[in-house]
């Protein structure tokens, strides 16, 4: 088996094209073709649905791709030495999504490029189901992701826990929303006001959305505001409805403007996790560093930042 056709076969699903891969690989694409056609013909299956675009990998080449990068790590690792302690060198392509970006990486990675200097950096920001399709498509070596608790990951993946939190939604009083005789709020009467939530893709924002959904309520957004804080402020002035950590909601300047409401129909705590492909090969120590660091900095498992 030559590695040279593992190298195009993943080259093309992680660019999406042979195109992609022929500038990646500096090759021609009939070149690409070939070898991905080499690899086929040895492992007797179709690796590539040619009839998507971008090109994705078949069933069996999902699983060939994953084994795929494992080869080329274990090859990469034979060329930086060999030796199990040699230093990483090469690049760690990381994810986060907004709110790890601005709360909890700065130290981390200051630490990781203090312990790796021959590492590059490329850290990608984006609402963590993305993040999850660009680790399982090879787009990125790990990501920070923050997902709510009945979300499930792929199977395939690896998900090391950093943190959790609950899930507070809150009020101005000015909205006067109905409760019930025990001071509980059904979903009916959030249902006749608008929230304020992070642009669509946000996992929180989908949660609350599929709760409405399954009631046949509807589901109506006043303000789309990026940041926890704004959109505190924003419901603090009766805007519409938020929803957010309770150490974001201690944290913010706005707290006693607000009240936090009993929904029993939502109770969906929040997450966070750092995931992976199976094989990591080199990059399994620097990984593992990120990780620890991003506990410390988000406190632990007692909560999120």
């Not at 076969?9 to 080499?38: C, D, I, K, M, W």
């Not at 690792?77 to 970006?101: K, M």
């Not at 709020?185 to 996992?203: E, I, R, T």
Request: neutral net charge; glycine residues 10%; contains cysteine.
């Amino acid at each position: 088996m030559n590695t040279r056709d593992i190298e195009a076969f993943v080259a093309v699903v992680e660019t999406g094209s042979l195109g992609g891969a022929s500038g990646r690989l500096h090759l021609t694409q009939p070149g690409v073709s070939r070898r991905l056609r080499n690899l086929e013909d040895l492992l007797g299956v179709e690796l590539v649905d040619r009839q998507s675009k971008p090109l994705k990998p078949s069933a069996a080449g999902l699983r060939i791709y994953e084994l795929g990068r494992g080869v080329l790590a274990a090859v990469e690792t034979l060329r930086q030495g060999a030796a199990p302690d040699a230093e990483p060198r090469g690049e760690l392509r990381v994810g986060v999504p907004p709110f790890l970006a601005e709360q909890a990486l700065a130290d981390p990675l200051d630490i990781l490029r203090g312990r790796y200097p021959g590492l590059r950096l490329n850290v990608t920001a984006a609402w963590s189901p993305s993040l999850v399709a660009m680790v399982e498509n090879g787009a990125l070596d790990a990501a920070a992701i923050m997902m709510p608790d009945d979300q499930a990951l792929p199977a395939h993946l690896c998900a090391l826990p950093l943190a959790r939190s609950a899930v507070v939604i809150v009020a101005s009083p000015a909205l006067a929303i109905a409760r019930d005789s025990n001071g509980a709020v059904p979903l009916d009467a959030l249902a006749a006001h608008p929230w304020v939530l992070n642009q669509d893709g946000c996992g929180l924002r989908t949660a609350i959305r599929t709760a409405f959904d399954a009631a046949r309520l509807p589901f109506r957004i006043a303000v789309e505001a990026y940041g926890a804080e704004l959109q505190l402020s924003l419901a603090a002035r009766g805007v519409g409805i938020g929803l957010v950590t309770p150490g974001a909601l201690a944290r913010s300047r706005h707290r006693e403007a607000l009240a936090i409401l009993n929904v029993p129909a939502f109770t969906t705590g929040l997450r966070a996790e750092l995931v992976h492909l199976p094989t990591l090969g080199p990059l399994a120590a620097p990984v593992t560093l990120l990780r620890d660091e991003l506990i410390r900095a988000l406190g632990g498992a007692s909560g999120l930042v």
